[in-house]
């Protein structure tokens, strides 16, 4: 429990350090800082659609179902 606390502390002052430190490179340099944040956000969609895209190339169909159970809860004789 206390190694919960402590990662989560860990992430919490990372993601304020990080939304600090984004602040101030927008604040030198804002159109580059914008342009790499827009490349970085358009190529990770594109990496999960090509992940997607390739997992449903490359993954064989489901066998087909032969015979369907019987689900009504009555005993055959």
Do not use: C, Q
Request: aromatic fraction near 10%; hydrophobic fraction near 50%; glycine fraction near 10%.
């Amino acid at each position: 429990m206390a190694n919960d606390r402590a990662i989560g502390s860990a992430i919490l002052v990372g993601s304020v350090l990080g939304i600090i430190v984004y602040g101030l490179l927008l604040y030198y340099w804002p159109l580059t800082i914008l342009e790499i944040t827009a490349f970085v956000a358009l190529a990770a969609v594109l990496a999960i659609l090509g992940w997607i895209g390739y997992t449903m190339a490359t993954t064989p169909p489901p066998e087909p179902i032969t015979e369907v159970p019987d689900t009504s809860g009555e005993k055959k004789p």
